[in-house]
């Protein structure tokens, strides 16, 4: 009767042993799965950070050159070009000083998006400052548009980093109002 029993139970083994195994490859592929999702939200959440940041960079450039005018007593708000003329700027650090030095592009900041302008990618160098002139290209482009505010003697700035990253585009924008309270 043992003999009886141990024959009839010899293929219950592998079949255990089959559905142990699926059991721990499908474990084994949600655990891994998981873990490319969180990777995947990390260098997202790492993207958004720096276009944030680089957004804010944007709208304080602006102000800059509006103190900096102010300092160097340049009397005009945007007549003939000089202060903050209204336009689209592909603005960084290196010309923190004056619009002149900027690169301007035409249009809206809506269609900027698609327009393929070299000028307004940003650029990483060697101190890991971003710039529009030297270092590695980024995926970053960004741009910041002066307009005629709402209010007298003011200015509506905004500013846009835009970048295209695993074949979605994705983009940051800041806004601020520059009066000329001085």
Avoid: P
């Avoid at 592929?29 to 939200?41: D, E, G, K, Y």
């Avoid at 990483?124 to 007298?152: K, M």
């Avoid at 500013?159 to 806004?175: I, P």
């Amino acid at each position: 009767m043992l003999k009886k029993y141990f024959k009839s139970q010899s293929g219950v083994t592998l079949i255990e042993s089959l559905v142990a195994m699926m059991v721990i490859t499908v474990g084994l592929v949600a655990i891994l799965s998981l873990a490319l999702s969180s990777l995947t939200r990390a260098k997202v959440s790492k993207e958004q950070i720096v276009a944030t940041a680089l957004v804010r960079e944007g709208i304080e450039i602006t102000r800059t050159i509006r103190d900096t005018n102010w300092l160097q007593d340049i009397g005009c708000w945007s007549v003939n070009g000089c202060g903050l003329a209204d336009d689209l700027y592909a603005l960084d650090y290196t010309n923190a000083s004056s619009l002149d030095e900027a690169t301007r592009f035409s249009g809206d900041i809506e269609e900027f998006i698609f327009l393929d302008n070299d000028a307004s990618i940003l650029k990483e160098n060697s101190e890991s400052f971003y710039n529009h002139s030297s270092g590695d290209a980024t995926i970053y482009r960004r741009v910041v548009q002066i307009e005629a505010g709402n209010i007298t003697e003011s200015k509506h700035i905004r500013c846009r980093v835009y970048w295209n990253a695993r074949g979605k585009d994705f983009y940051v924008d800041a806004e601020t109002i520059l009066t000329n309270w001085r």
